[in-house]
């Protein structure tokens, strides 16, 4: 279990996140909703330990982030990030393998490659594997980073996986399916933690959703019980309505459209460069 008590990250005396608690079981896909600026990605990285948080504890497996070393913890928790720092021509299946790194002493073992090969298979991107990862497109790029992450735990079902917005360069087809690979990792024991923009996609794959604002858990719960039209206005200040799937039996959220007042545009200026065209 993850196990996070009165979690607090200041910068500069501002508060970014003020009393978090929550837990993330075993088998548990959670996601994490909110405005921009709400804290989540502030979050996932005191999660990761790549932050360190002013007060309040991480406990992961009832042992707190801080007492791991290095590498046990990197066989027990892995982060798909937003951004990827990547300048070298590595080839796809180099950057996988990095994956396993934590595993290995000098040179990955025939276990090794093949898990490459299976997180590969999985994410779509064997017929990439020689490829050089810098001249993919955005979304293939993502699911390289997918399967390197993936790999890193793959041999590990007690592990925790935090996927942070996973889905935002990706087409329909590849959104529903990373989303369904950490859903049925989580069947098979992992806990996953995951950051997601679109609601539906949250009401569609989650087991519980925690939405955050101004830097503190607001709700928490499952699709049917936080997802409806005040609380989705409260989060995003966004007007919805809210049927039932008869398939999924859960919310599927139909967003009003939103109108900006005429006021706000400056209509002679935009006339005056009309006309010079």
Known sequence: MLRIEQLSYEIKGHRVLK????????GEVVALLGANGA????????????????SGSIM???????KYDGKTLARSRAMLSQQHAINMAYTVKELVIMGRYP???????????KIVE????????????????LSLSGGEQQRVQLARVLSQLWDNPDALLLLDEPISA????????????????SRLGFMVLVILHDVNMASLYADRIIML??????LDGTPNEV??????????????????DNHSLKPHIIFKEMRVDPQFFNIQTIKTYVDKK
């Open 227 to 244: 997802l409806n039209s005040k609380n989705i206005y409260t989060i995003f200040s966004v007007e919805s309505l809210i049927n039932i």
């Open 103 to 113: 595993h290995f002493q000098s040179s990955p073992s025939t276990r090794d490659w």
């Open 170 to 185: 990706l087409d329909l087809h590849y959104q529903q399916k990373v989303l369904s690979i950490a859903k049925n990792l």
């Open 118 to 133: 299976e997180t590969m298979a999985i994410c779509g991107i064997t017929d990439f594997a020689d490829r050089v990862y």
């Open 213 to 218: 604002k101004n830097g503190r858990k607001w």
């Open 60 to 66: 992961l497996l009832d042992k707190r982030i801080d």
């Open 19 to 26: 009393d978090i608690s929550l837990q993330v079981r075993k």
């Open 39 to 54: 804290g989540k990605s502030t979050l996932m990285r005191l999660i990761s330990g790549e932050l360190k948080p002013t």
